[in-house]
């Protein structure tokens, strides 16, 4: 079978949670991010990515640089070039903040009667690392409930519909209360 030689992307593998307390800044960088593998054509050319062994987060103290090893269970046959690699990890005290007050948006529907939803606004609780959380701009906070639940309803239906959050890094934690709304479409006048 031919040779192929490829540059794929290398992905860290992050198994448990950080002890509690702390919180990410910012995804596990792995640098380098691409790991060159040489290898028969029909395996090579399937791979997407290679991962690195995993790293335990709740060893984790502090911030700081893990080198590991490339797992090689799954490619045998193959070389791979580095062998190993660094994961950054950058950790800070958790710290937890409510913005109340947050609007519940809603989509405008094609036609009248628009939609209502009870209660209208809604508390939201951010957690994660304290300069993410201090820094946060609440006004991108966008709180919403789907769309395909919204515009199924008929004029007097109403419905509980779930909400989501948008707008939070992914490296923070967000609830919200109440976790539901009354979406209501009232009857045409």
Same mark, same amino acid.
Request: charged fraction near 20%; hydrophobic fraction near 40%; aromatic fraction near 2%.
């Given at each position: ?7 794929? /992307?290398?992905?860290?593998?992050? /198994? ?9 800044? !910012? ?21 997407? $990515? ?12 502090? $911030? ?66 304290? $300069? ?9 906070? !966008? ?18 519909? /779930? ?27």
């Amino acid at each position: 079978e031919p040779m192929e030689v490829d540059v794929v /992307t290398l992905r860290a593998r992050l /198994t448990g949670e950080l002890p509690s307390g702390l919180s990410m800044v !910012r995804s596990a960088e792995v640098v380098p991010g691409f790991v060159r593998v040489s290898g028969p054509s029909s395996r090579v050319g399937g791979l997407a $990515s290679v991962t690195l062994m995993p790293l335990d987060l709740s060893e984790v103290r502090s $911030s700081g640089t893990f080198v590991l090893p490339v797992d090689t269970a799954n490619l045998s046959g193959m070389a791979l070039s580095p062998q190993r690699a660094s994961v950054e990890i950058e950790v800070e005290e958790t710290l937890t903040k409510s913005f109340e007050g947050v609007p519940v948006r809603l989509p405008n529907l094609a036609s009248d009667p628009q939609l209502q939803a009870r209660p209208s606004t809604v508390t939201v609780v951010l957690s994660g690392a304290a $300069s993410l959380v201090e820094s946060f701009d609440p006004a991108r906070l !966008r709180i919403t409930v789907s769309g395909t639940v919204a515009t199924a309803l008929v004029p007097g239906e109403e419905v509980r519909a /779930t909400l989501s959050v948008e707008g939070p890094p992914e490296v923070m934690q967000a609830t919200v209360d109440p976790e539901w709304v009354l979406l209501r479409r009232p009857t045409g006048q």
